[in-house]
């Protein structure tokens, strides 16, 4: 498994170790913010959310993982894994 911290695509310069990116042998992308488990990504672009919340900083996280809004993201159901 590697990792690789996240690139904000807002303008700012970093997310200051507080946003990683977790890729296991399949290629799954998870992404985990302060440390939370929040959502991950196959390789066929599939999307698993795991967290319940929103929060601003987490938002801009998952913005910049995936794309996704706080509507796009609440929608999503949450997995029990």
């Known amino acids: 498994?590697?990792?690789?911290?996240?690139?904000?695509?807002?303008?700012?310069?970093?997310?200051?170790?507080?946003?990683?990116?977790?890729?296991?042998?399949?290629?799954?992308?998870?992404?985990?913010?302060y440390g939370t488990k929040i959502i991950s990504?196959?390789?066929?672009?599939?999307?698993?959310?795991?967290?319940?919340?929103w929060t601003a900083t987490t938002g801009r996280h998952i913005k910049a993982f995936c794309g996704l809004n706080k509507a796009e993201f609440l929608e999503l159901p949450v997995s029990r894994e």
Do not use: C, Q, W
């Open 1 to 33: 498994m590697r990792s690789y911290e996240l690139v904000p695509t807002d303008g700012h310069k970093s997310f200051y170790h507080k946003a990683i990116v977790e890729v296991d042998g399949s290629g799954t992308e998870t992404l985990f913010s």
């Open 41 to 53: 990504k196959d390789s066929k672009g599939n999307l698993t959310r795991f967290y319940v919340g």
